[in-house]
């Protein structure tokens, strides 16, 4: 109905995603002149080497190495892919985390803060809990609904600040980032049990929580495989050597979760109701302070299940020593979720493909001599464009309205009504 | 002087899809002359003053200026030509002073610094020599729509057009100020200066323009001396059928109070006082009462303490015998429905749907929702009841972007929506405003058939006709204040006018005290 008469080509969703992949290019493009430039001016690099670096940007993932020759040999990689889809995990929820906050007028910076309040919270659990005393299973949803609840705790502060004393929620999410932060080097400063101490070439480090806590001959201590791992579901079988496991599912799971509640359901129409126009709805009885604050809410929980489903796979470490850096995977959600234009199935893709650079990175590094902060680059100009995804949509619809068969189907939308009945009575052109 | 074309406009075609605009429409306007252009919503007035103004362009037809042949492909072409526009709604960026408005896009500037003192002083003889009041170190935001006005006429005089399009200029004036800016129209003319004057107000139209042209569907009906002729042949002309210009009603049978306030203070946000100073006055089931004054003296914040938008400092408000002086907008609202002043602000989320625009305060009910999930069926018939019921016409039905809506039909369906509740109280604000003759025929019809079925309705507006052709009863505000309780069919225009300009007063037992 809404696109009745519009080709495939002509529609918002179609500009939309074109926008984006047509950000995606021109950071890839960018990427690949970086790597040309590098190429030509380092001694230990040349034109062939920039062309293999650019061949890696554009297909890395499908790279499997080197032949015995020395050349780049490409076909299916399930460790890259597998790993991929791993990172992709936190990454699709901080997305979903800064959209839906998006979806109601705000904008979520604090992602990060939210992620690492998750991060302490699931760690806490899922290594204080002696494994003797609950099932591992139980174990792992509590460390999970724990980080949940922290990293929406955490996302209220900002909701009730903007909702009560009308403070820039941008504001208020940097603050709490940096108190996350600086919250979270002191808690596991403070504690010492969680800091690694079995792996002492390790400093700064918390156990993984493959670590079960466990009362060997009468003291705690932590003993590798006695603690929980979210499940692999066969996942490791499909793709051998990666770290991928059944938390790429359930960010799905909650990818869809979300697209649901946001088009579905009465709270969804209220978020963004409030959003589109916080007067309207406070006219409309919608109780706009409740619904900044849940927004908030909901986002800072998604950021800090994203930590939940990283930290909980087993076999990843948390460096707690982060009051000088904020992770990097809540700052990426910004991009993840400007790139998927807020849409929350989108989110699953674009998270994806952050994560894919990412493990492009990793592969530039091991097979060429390129570093893999060129991928840090790319994701910048990428950000950068999706920020101007809006122009770049417009761009695309004034193309076609130089052509006057197409401006038929484009101008209804800001210029009144269209329908063969409204033109017999009268329009509304004016 | 007389056959002296400053602009011909030669068969203009502009077609949007399904929709012809302007179909081979051709205005002559002479120099020195206002001409108005009278159409309803729709008519194609504003895209065929789009056209002349370069934001769009006509597929057939061709523009001439002092009798040349000229292509305006932009508004800087159009002020290259001088050709300057007022729109509708203003075009001036709300945090910056009123002097930065208007210089802005045609700074003077020395080395790459602006020149503000040369623009301060061009500006304030300009605004000196019509009488154009404006303080021109507020900002934008914080004055009165009518000064705002008064900046967009000083922005084309500012850059010397010689051509001056006004775009329904006194949909958001006062008495007072339509008044004002007639005059400042006619010194205009009286220099040499052509006027184009879109309206459908007849009144104003009959009394200010020299010409009329009358647009229908996008054709031309014709080119009238405004002389030759009266407001009922101009309304049929510009409606295609007779129109009923007075509102035709029963007599009112004013029933129980379903209204009581009492004391009621509102804070002002602009001043340290009270912007509503302890009103009280009570509305009646089966009546029309009326708050009328000029604009800026508490009609709106009464209405925001009504309705919970702002929150009260003192007083009672009992609505069908229940204290909501501190209930919420969506417990008010059990018994109250509110056509808000501001349609665009408040009245509907404008990238939400039509559809989901008519549900903005009922998507909670059983009918709309299972266990918190939208029953979207549901709200797509309801919606589709209420459009064909209530007229509102959209490109697309109940999936049309509300902001794709015209004006009018926004209104329609905001008072579809509102009107459908049925509520015992309806509080209107301005429900008429900015719209055409068989809109406002259409409303004040469904406000009275509101009335007749035993509802109480408080209608706040700015316009005297409508103040005195729809309302059973009328109050007078004045600084915050009611100074005077009137009836329609005793009173006077010109008696209303006195207590809106606070020149008189009654105390409170209705008599009426010396001038305050």
Known sequence: MKNQGKTLLQRDGTKTVLASLLSIVIGLVVGSLLVLLVGLFSDNLGLSSAWEGIRLIFFGILSTGRSAVGNLTWGFNPQSIGNMLFRATPLILTGLSVSVAFKTGL???????????????????????????????????????????????????????????????????????????????????????????????????????????????????????????????????????????????????????????????????????????????????????????????????????????????????????????????????????????????????????????????????????????????????????????????????????????????????????????????????? | MTAENVIEMLHITKEFPGIIANDDITLQLRRGEIHALLGENGAGKSTLMSVLFGLYQPEKGVIKKNGQEVKIHDPNDATALGIGMVHQHFKLIEVFTVLDNIILGAETTKMGFLQKREARAKVEALSQRYGLKVDLDARVEDITVGMQQRVEILKMLYRDNEILIFDEPTAVLTPQEIDELMATMKEFAKEGKSILFISHKLNEIMAVSDRVTVLRKGKCVGTVDTKDTDKQSLSNMMVGRPVQLEVTKAPAQPGAPVLEVRDLCVPSKIHKKNAVNHVSFEARAGEILCIAGIDGNGQTELVYGLTGLEKSSGGTVTLCGEDISHASIRHRGNNMSHIPEDRHKHGLVLDFSLEQNLVLQRFNEKQFQTHGFINRGAVREYAGQLIEQYDVRSGQGPVTTARSMSGGNQQKAIIAREVDREKPLIVAVQPTRGLDVGAIEYIHSQLVAERDKGRAVLLVSLELDEVMSLSDRILVMYEGEIVGELDPKQTTVQELGLYMAGAKRMDENGKEEKGA
């Open chain 1, 107 to 430: 904008f979520n910076i604090g992602a990060p803060g939210q992620y690492l309040m998750g991060t302490m919270t699931t760690l806490a659990i899922a290594l204080g809990i002696p494994s003797s005393a609950l099932p591992g299973p139980v174990i792992w949803l509590l460390a999970f609904l724990g980080g949940m609840l922290a990293g929406g705790l955490w996302g209220c502060i900002p909701g009730l600040v903007k909702a009560f004393l009308n403070i820039n929620e941008v504001l208020a999410c940097i603050m709490t980032n940096w108190i996350a932060a600086n919250l979270v080097t002191w808690f596991f400063d403070a504690t010492k049990v969680f800091q690694n101490t079995v792996e002492n070439t390790k400093s700064s480090y918390v156990y993984k929580t493959a670590y079960g806590r466990t009362l060997v001959d009468g003291t705690w201590t932590y003993v590798d495989g006695n603690g929980v791992q979210t499940a692999k579901l066969g996942l490791d079988k499909l793709f051998p050597g990666s770290q991928v496991n059944a938390g790429i599912l359930i960010a799905i799971l909650i990818a869809v979760g979300v697209y649901i509640l946001m088009t579905k359901t009465t709270l969804g129409y209220q978020l963004k109701a409030c959003g589109a126009n916080r007067h309207a709805a406070r006219y409309a009885g919608i109780n706009d302070k409740r619904n900044i604050v849940l927004s908030m809410a909901i986002a800072g929980a998604l950021a800090g299940a994203g930590a939940a489903l990283y930290y909980l796979s087993g076999n990843t470490e948390f460096y707690w020593h982060t009051y000088q850096t904020l992770p990097a995977t809540g700052f990426n959600g910004i991009p993840v979720a400007l790139l998927a234009a807020n849409n929350p199935i989108g989110v699953i893709f674009t998270g994806c493909f952050m994560s894919m650079l990412n493990i492009v990175g990793l592969q530039l590094t091991n097979l060429t001599a390129y570093n893999e902060y060129i991928t840090d680059v790319i994701i910048s100009v990428i950000v950068y464009l999706s920020a101007f995804s809006l122009l770049i949509k417009m761009l695309l619809s004034a193309r076609k309205k130089d052509k006057p068969e197409q401006a038929a189907a484009d101008t209804p939308a800001e210029d009144g009504p269209a329908g063969e009945a409204s033109a017999e009575k009268g329009g509304e052109q004016a």
